[in-house]
T-cell receptor, first 113, second 115 residues
Framework: DTAVSQTPKYLVTQMGNDKSIKCEQNLGHDTMYWYKQDSKKFLKIMFSYNNKELIINETVPNRFSPKSPDKAHLNLHINSLELGDSAVYFC????????????FGPGTRLTVT | AQSVTQLGSHVSVSEGALVLLRCNYSSSVPPYLFWYVQYPNQGLQLLLKYTSAATLVKGINGFEAEFKKSETSFHLTKPSAHMSDAAEYFCAVSRFSGSARQLTFGSGTQLTVLP
């Protein structure tokens, strides 16, 4: 069974569009994260979120917004996509009290044309 | 601010040879340090972690790392490389942000294993 899953795996879209990436975890974790990995493989935290608290990395444009319908899901909405948004986006989750040990999804490769 | 620096963006070793991937950290407080591995087209997987207990940490797949405070290092080693070890390796340090720890990753080291 997949612990952290993301859909879609690949997403190709045009500049200016709005898109969403879905993330689900079946580990019973209460904290979830979104990371962006650029073309040079550099990984950067975008958000961390649990039921009580959303922490946003200050460099993330407000076109990006996480939305959590429930504890097992954290979706990423992106408005007005730009070329520079092309990257691989990873969702991750961690258990209560062990937020340093994170379990990653397989990634979504977003290409903006 | 806490950060990690990985020395060498690409490392090549022969199958059966020692693997040594270097990571140095910068932290004003005792750090929690990690090594993650990313196989092609996959997400990251935790290899091992240092959380201020034993300085020599053993992980999965025969990897281990030693925390050396005097050298501010947390290098990853494996005595004998296997072809299946070819992957991208990331060192990371964690910090509290709100109630959750966030990970700050190094720039990664691509390990190639030659037959």
């Amino acid at each position: 069974d997949t612990a952290v899953s993301q859909t879609p795996k690949y997403l190709v879209t045009q500049m200016g569009n709005d898109k969403s990436i879905k993330c689900e975890q079946n580990l019973g974790h209460d904290t979830m994260y979104w990371y962006k990995q650029d073309s040079k493989k550099f990984l950067k935290i975008m958000f961390s979120y649990n039921n009580k608290e959303l922490i946003i990395n200050e460099t993330v444009p407000n076109r990006f917004s996480p939305k959590s319908p429930d504890k097992a899901h954290l979706n990423l909405h992106i408005n007005s996509l730009e070329l520079g948004d092309s990257a691989v986006y990873f969702c991750a989750s961690s258990a209560p009290g062990e937020t340093y040990e994170q379990y990653f999804g397989p990634g979504t490769r977003l290409t903006v044309t | 601010a806490q950060s990690v620096t990985q020395l060498g963006s690409h490392v090549s070793v022969s199958e059966g040879a020692l693997v040594l991937l270097r990571c140095n950290y910068s932290s004003s407080v005792p750090p929690y340090l990690f090594w993650y591995v990313q196989y092609p087209n996959q997400g990251l997987q935790l290899l091992l972690k240092y959380t201020s207990a034993a300085t020599l940490v053993k992980g999965i797949n025969g990897f281990e790392a030693e925390f050396k405070k005097s050298e501010t290092s947390f290098h990853l080693t494996k005595p004998s490389a296997h072809m299946s070890d070819a992957a991208e390796y990331f060192c990371a340090v964690s910090r509290f942000s709100g109630s959750a720890r966030q990970l700050t990753f190094g720039s990664g080291t691509q390990l190639t294993v030659l037959p």
